[in-house]
């Protein structure tokens, strides 16, 4: 079965950091392609970062890039994303995915507040 469950989500003040986890399993993790997704309250779904299989340069949105960081653990079958200097703007629930043709899995996802 498979299965995708995130955690690290919290709230925190502006200008601190977040590690968001993503345990895998029921599925060949190391050959998917691993994302984390968000939606913000009334905002459409935006991909926020992206790590492919084997040696890859990561993508990031141009909202995180910077301040995020995706890494991943293919022996663990963990996915994580490190968040720092989080700002309001990045409130927002935050899902990990793992996509590789044919294969589309998502976490419930994790919410993540940034406010003072």
């Known amino acids: 079965q498979v299965q995708l469950v995130e955690s690290g989500g919290g709230l925190v003040q502006p200008g601190h950091s977040l590690r968001l986890s993503c345990a895998a399993s029921g599925f060949t993790f190391s050959s998917f392609t691993m994302r984390w997704f968000r939606r913000a309250p009334g905002k459409e779904r935006e991909l926020v970062a992206r790590?492919?299989?084997?040696?890859?340069?990561?993508y990031y949105a141009d909202s995180v890039a910077g301040r995020f960081t995706i890494s991943r653990v293919d022996a663990a079958k963990m996915v994580y994303l490190q968040m720092d200097n989080l700002q309001s703007g990045d409130t927002a629930v935050y899902y990990c995915?793992?996509?590789?043709?044919?294969?589309?899995?998502w976490g419930p996802g994790t919410q993540v507040t940034v406010s003072s």
């Open positions: 995915n793992a996509w590789e043709w044919g294969s589309d899995y």
């Open positions: 790590i492919s299989p084997g040696v890859s340069i990561p």
